[in-house]
């Protein structure tokens, strides 16, 4: 694909969607913005818009719309609101889709835009732990690139390259381990979330954040991982890396390791997938191992972070099992954020749902949508019964 790339971004009010207008900003000669979507951060959205001058945006919450139009009149940006749009707008006329919207709600715009062939960079990881496989179909049969912006999941794309005829014997996903490394139940039952918003290495947006708190977020890039490189779920560990420096690890059939490593900043995997093959120049921090004498790793605690077990055992059994715990796990996510139910109550909620919710071994998308309604209506009785037992 040529310079200068036209861009969609897809959740651009969000911590990668912000960051992703911080590199395309500092290459105004390779990119340019197309589309910017938000959900409800109007404000924001409006100042994206006036300062990029994208053709299209898009407001999700409808309620919004005359905020965004007025602000808008006069300057020839076409501004559209509600889901269908988002749908519109990924399948318009642009080379890059980057997904950065969070959760489920991704997946719909993600698909149009594979649908058209787009390259997508690929953020959401809840579409592929969603409808990996049907994703992946999609965009083989539709010739669309995916490139990942995950951090563990670009340094594994990032090692590959080279390598497309070398099997992959597994992959090592690395993880912070979080705010609540080494902790043990006793503690984490009384964790509130100012503290889980608390994370060592990384400012991200609240969801993800959580995830990380929880070792969902791993749970989640395990699955995602299945799916991007085609592996065995045998074939993916995890390891427990607190100064998030290496991004994660690849062991070809010979034994040969290799791993990619930086300083912990979504920037990087951002441009790598906006500028890919090509790696552009930049002033961002460098790794330096003065600062870095002592680099550990250990294996995580399953036990006590249960929603790691959970995923991986969710992992092995597939079909619609993968999309139920996204949706429960979203559920849960935003009930802990409002201090309805506590930190290890999300785990509950999770279990409940994944029994609630019958198994598909081979879901179509419609089955994927109403798993996913499904498994948030018996994670929602859940917490309003663990509610007003508090
Ligand atoms: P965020 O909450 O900061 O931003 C989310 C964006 O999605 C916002 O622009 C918001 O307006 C939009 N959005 C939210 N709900 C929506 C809905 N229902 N419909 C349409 N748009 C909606 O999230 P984030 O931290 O930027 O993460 C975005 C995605 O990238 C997540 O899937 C996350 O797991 C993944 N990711 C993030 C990071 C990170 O460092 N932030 C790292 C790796 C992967
Ligand atoms: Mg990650």
Not at 69 to 86: M, N, R, S, W, Y
Not at 108 to 118: E, V, Y
Not at 173 to 185: Q, R
Not at 188 to 194: A, H, I, P, Q, R
């Amino acid at each position: 694909m040529q310079f200068p790339r036209k861009i969609a971004i897809f959740g651009s009010t969000g911590s990668i969607g912000r960051q992703a207008l911080e590199v395309i900003a500092a290459h105004p000669e390779l990119f340019e913005v197309t589309v910017l979507t938000a959900w409800k951060n109007a404000e924001l959205l409006i100042e994206q818009a006036l300062q990029y001058r994208p053709r299209v945006v898009v407001i999700g919450d409808e309620g919004q719309y005359p905020v965004v139009k007025e602000a808008l009149q006069h300057t020839g940006i076409c501004v559209l609101a509600g889901l269908q749009a988002l749908e519109e707008a990924a399948a318009g006329e642009y080379d890059v889709h980057l997904a950065a919207i969070v959760g489920f709600a991704g997946l719909k715009p993600t698909l149009s835009a594979i649908r058209q062939g787009k390259t997508i960079a690929l953020a959401n990881k809840e579409t592929l732990v969603v409808a990996g496989e049907w994703v992946m179909k999609e965009a083989q049969a539709h010739q669309a690139q995916i490139i990942p912006v995950d951090s563990e999941h670009s340094a594994i794309f990032q090692c590959l390259a080279g390598e497309q005829h070398n099997p992959i014997e597994k992959i090592i996903l690395t993880a912070s381990g979080g705010p609540f490394l080494g902790k043990k139940t006793n503690f984490l039952v009384n964790v509130k979330k100012d503290h889980a918003l608390q994370h060592p290495n990384w400012r991200m947006g609240e969801k993800i954040t959580i995830d990380s708190s929880s070792l969902m977020n791993k749970g989640l890039e395990m699955i995602e991982a299945r799916w991007l490189f085609n592996l065995h779920p045998d074939q993916i560990e995890v390891i427990i890396h607190p100064q998030s420096v290496v991004h994660s690890l690849i062991q070809f059939t010979d034994g040969s390791i290799k791993a990619q490593m930086g300083l912990p900043d979504m920037k990087l995997p951002i441009q790598y997938a906006l500028s890919y093959p090509q790696r552009l120049t930049n002033d961002f921090p460098r790794f330096s191992f003065k600062q870095y004498p002592y680099l550990s790793f250990e294996p995580p605690d399953t036990k006590t972070f249960r929603n790691l077990a959970i995923a991986m055992e969710v992992l092995r059994k597939a079909g619609n099992a993968p999309c139920a715990m996204n949706a429960a796990n979203e559920e849960a996510v935003w009930a802990f954020l409002q201090n309805k139910i506590g930190f290890l109550e999300m785990s509950d909620v999770i279990e409940h749902a994944l029994q609630k919710v019958d198994f598909i071994l081979h879901p179509s998308l419609s089955d994927y949508e109403e798993t996913d309604q499904l498994a948030r209506h018996h994670a929602r009785v859940l917490i309003e019964k663990i509610r007003h037992s508090i």
